[in-house]
């Protein structure tokens, strides 16, 4: 397949970063490949093609079969769309329910970054799909890739709330501006030549932060080291997990409710490598607080501080969260400083966040209207025999036309309902036997696990197929040990690098080896301290009995209201029971 041969200089570049800059702006060779007919692109292409919002993948149930059939791996793209703060508008949601049917696998997925994905979908297809998308307000740009991804934050449709407008509001704002202003999205997917495309925001000159390039100031043609990610919050919500992203922002208001600007988080990450202890989690730090006519200037600074000190030789080590870690606060802060040509303001002091927040069931907007919050069990929106959810969502987009706001824990909130259609809605659920939040259970509702197997190329053991029965088997224990009505938050990965934030959850769970996990717990229920790893190998057959003693230990030990996290913490996981674990050779 064609590429554009690098440029001497470029070869010095380590590979990733010469894909970049050979790509002229995102351009090749993902353009020339996308016209052939081929099942698959190259490698290069694929790095540029993430950029578009696109991975490739291919079904690895298959792939043992295929292979000793002699024949190639069956390849298809999974599609991410853009939705800051989660928001999603009704006709977005009518096209990607009929795209998912007629190009992707039926399914589609919300995200614990608040988008759509979209999986299955053939190379030939691709323009077709993502065409259709842009053309419904939607977009998959800049979903993935060395560059800042979606904008999160709550979602919950309080439109009586001044502090959660805001962070919906700047989460579309700060998404737009960290947009990149290459038009090759645009050349590449789009064959209407009519089309009225997005105007973003002018980026005005800003001597220290943008780069002498007429293409793109804030990235440059290298874009950024690695992966970036953005979310806002107000204080007394933590739904999006502020301490997990490399820039978090938390709402300061007034007493009227007028903005008066963020607190900033900086350096949080979940990304890690087994047996590389050079990887770990981290949690953002405080990095000041900014008034709100400042805060696109310092946001802009802190991410060219990442382009422009992050470590671009070495992948593991890229993301901002290693850059603050090795820098210190204080030293990052003064360069971030220097960069906006401004001096950062002292945090402003805030309680503690509430712990596990969702917004499920009927609740007032406090704007005459109600939004109802479905629990969609790992985001997975499908029909089944049991339950025909797709089915259900599409005849209500149907008839009422709701905007939809996805949550950060993976599942649907309908907004802007009419009290009157309370009933009719429903109705279609219960006619679809869609579970309302009330009927499924209380660890049902909080878990969360990332798709992992099949579609995932860097899944080491199953996820999403797994984890309902283990949830149930983990309930089931929880209340023989008489602890039914307290809560505990689970998460499940296939593998290391954090999708569904396992390292923030009461107890998380990280593939290993095919069929082992890795147990954390200790994490608070508020998101704000990391877990530690419990036991480093247990076999997923074995996990809930294993899990008996502690539990046990914890109801017996536990002070009043004390959570499983904060338990497990203050007591240390060396005081708590080991016996029954099965020792795991390797
Ligand atoms: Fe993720 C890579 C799925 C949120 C950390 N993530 C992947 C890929 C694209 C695998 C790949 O690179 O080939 C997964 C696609 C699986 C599939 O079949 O769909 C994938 N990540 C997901 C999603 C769909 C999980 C989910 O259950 O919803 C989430 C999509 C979010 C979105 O809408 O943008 C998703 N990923 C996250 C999060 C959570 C978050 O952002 O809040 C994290 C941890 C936070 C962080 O970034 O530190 C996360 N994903 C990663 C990493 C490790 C990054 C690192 O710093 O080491 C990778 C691998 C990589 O980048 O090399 C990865
Ligand atoms: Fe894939 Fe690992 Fe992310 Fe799960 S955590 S989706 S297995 S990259």
Redesign the pocket.
């Known amino acids: 397949m064609t590429s554009i041969p690098p440029t001497e200089a470029q070869v010095r570049l380590p590979r990733s970063e010469a894909v970049k800059v050979a790509s002229d702006y995102l351009r090749e060779p993902l353009a020339t490949e996308a016209r052939q007919p081929t099942s698959h692109f190259s490698e290069a292409a694929v790095q540029i093609l993430k950029f578009h919002g696109s991975?490739q993948?291919d079904d690895r149930d298959k792939r043992q079969e295929l292979r000793q059939q002699g024949l190639e791996r069956d390849f298809s793209l999974?599609l991410?769309t853009r939705q800051p703060g989660g928001y999603v508008p009704a006709p977005l949601y009518r096209t990607l329910d009929a795209l998912a049917d007629q190009y992707g696998n039926g399914t589609l997925r919300v995200?614990?970054?608040q988008?759509f994905?979209m999986?299955g979908v053939l190379k030939a297809n691709v323009q077709t799909v993502i065409e259709a998308i842009v053309r419904n307000m939607g977009t998959t740009l800049a979903?993935?890739g060395d560059i800042n991804?979606?904008v999160m934050a709550p979602p919950a449709p309080f439109l009586n709330r001044p502090s959660y407008r805001h962070a919906q509001d700047y989460a579309r704002r700060l998404s737009d501006l960290l947009l990149p202003r290459t038009r090759s999205y645009y050349e590449l997917w789009i064959d209407d030549q009519e089309l009225e495309l997005p105007i973003l925001p002018e980026l005005s000159p800003l001597p220290k932060i943008h780069l002498d390039d007429p293409v793109e100031p804030l990235y440059g043609n290298q874009y950024l080291p690695r992966?970036f990610?953005c979310a806002i919050t107000v204080p007394d919500d933590n739904s999006v997990?502020i301490y997990?992203q490399d820039i978090g922002l938390i709402v300061i208001t007034d007493a009227k409710g007028e903005l008066r600007g963020f607190n900033i988080l900086v350096g949080g990450?979940?990304?890690r490598t087994h047996n590389k202890e050079e990887t770990f989690p981290l949690l953002g730090q405080p990095l000041g607080f900014v008034p709100a006519a400042q805060i696109e200037t310092v946001i802009q600074a802190i991410l060219a501080v990442q382009r422009d000190h992050g470590n671009r030789q070495d992948r593991k080590q890229a993301?901002m969260k290693y850059l603050v870690h090795n820098w210190g606060i204080r030293k990052f802060r003064q360069v971030v400083q220097a960069y906006a040509g401004q001096k950062l303001k002292p945090w402003h002091k805030i309680p503690p966040f509430p712990a596990g927040l969702n917004y499920l069931g009927w609740q007032p907007q406090g704007d005459g209207k109600l939004f109802l919050g479905l629990s969609i069990p790992n985001?997975r929106i499908r029909d089944t025999e049991d339950s025909q959810l797709k089915t259900a969502l599409r005849l209500i987009n149907e008839q009422f036309a709701l905007p939809l706001q996805l949550s950060p824990t993976?599942d649907v909130i309908l907004r802007d309902i009419d009290p009157q259609w309370r009933e009719k809605i429903t109705t279609i659920l219960r006619q679809h036997c869609v579970p309302l939040p009330d009927d499924l259970s209380p660890f049902t509702r909080l878990a969360m696990a990332?798709?992992a197997l099949p579609?995932?190329?860097?899944a080491i053991t199953e996820s999403e197929r797994v984890l309902p029965d283990l949830v149930r088997q983990v309930e089931t224990l929880w209340g023989e040990v008489g602890l039914a009505d307290t809560p505990l938050i689970i998460r499940m990965t296939g593998c290391p690098?954090?999708?569904?934030?396992p390292y923030l959850a009461e107890l998380g769970l990280v593939g290993t080896l095919p069929g082992y996990y890795q147990v954390w717990v200790g994490a608070s229920a508020n998101g704000s301290r990391l877990a530690q790893v419990l036991w480093e190998k247990m076999p997923l057959a074995g996990l809930a009995e294993a899990l008996k003693p502690v539990f046990t230990f914890y109801k017996q030990e536990r002070y009043m209201g004390e959570r499983f996290g904060d338990f497990c913490h203050r007591v240390g996981l060396s005081q708590l029971p080991q016996e029954s674990a099965p020792s795991v050779s390797d």
């Open positions: 991975y993948q999974m991410r995200t614990t970054r988008t994905q999986h979903t993935c991804r979606n992966k990610k997990d997990s990450g979940m990304g993301r985001g993976q990332c798709p579609t995932c190329g860097l690098n954090g999708c569904a934030r």
